[in-house]
């Protein structure tokens, strides 16, 4: 089970440069490709607004 981004992203850019396998896209609201993440956590302990949860 992948982590996703919610609507409270920011789109701040935080987690982007965290993301081991580039799974992270950029938007109004990020998106993390499903079939990328290895669920390692980086993404959503760096999120500085909670956004990252695992899915």
Do not use: F, Q, R
Request: a negative charge; charged letters at 15%.
């Amino acid at each position: 089970m992948a982590y996703v981004i919610g609507d409270n992203c920011v789109a701040c850019g935080t987690c982007i440069s965290e993301c081991p396998v580039e799974a992270i896209s950029e938007g109004d609201i990020y998106s993390i490709n499903p079939d990328v993440c290895t669920e390692c956590g980086t993404c959503a302990s760096v999120c500085p607004s909670e956004a990252i949860t695992l899915g």
